[in-house]
């Protein structure tokens, strides 16, 4: 059986940094297209960043750019996002997900989600 996990959400100030961390168990991330994605509060989940299998192909959201980085270890089987300098409209569940069909647009659904972390950022 799949199982994504997603780790290293918390409650952080703004300006702060934090680093989700993705694993899977049943699944070698390594084959997949993976991503973070998020979800506020009466919003519509979006697309933070995505990664190809290959990882040469990463996407940002304008929103995030040049303040998270997405990283994989294929060898740890993990997947990253590190995010600095955070903002109070970064706060959101952040999901990781395998097997996205678009990495380059973080678009068209993904095979397998994790159950989400909890990023809170306080101004």
């Known amino acids: 059986q799949v199982q994504v996990v997603e780790s290293g959400g918390g409650l952080v100030q703004a300006g702060g940094s934090l680093r989700l961390s993705c694993t899977a168990s049943?699944?070698?991330?390594?084959?997949?297209?993976m991503g973070w994605f998020r979800q506020a509060p009466g919003k519509e989940r979006e697309g933070v960043s995505c990664?190809?299998?290959?990882?040469?192909?990463?996407y940002y959201a304008d929103s995030v750019k040049g303040r998270f980085t997405i990283s994989r270890d294929n060898a740890k089987n993990t997947l990253y996002l590190q995010m600095n300098s955070l903002k109070p409209e970064d706060t959101a569940m952040y999901y990781c997900a395998a097997g996205i069909a678009y990495a380059q647009s973080c678009s068209g659904g993904s095979r397998y989600w994790g159950q989400g972390t909890q990023v809170t950022v306080s101004s």
């Open positions: 990664i190809s299998w290959s990882g040469n192909t990463i």
């Open positions: 049943g699944l070698t991330l390594a084959d997949y297209a």
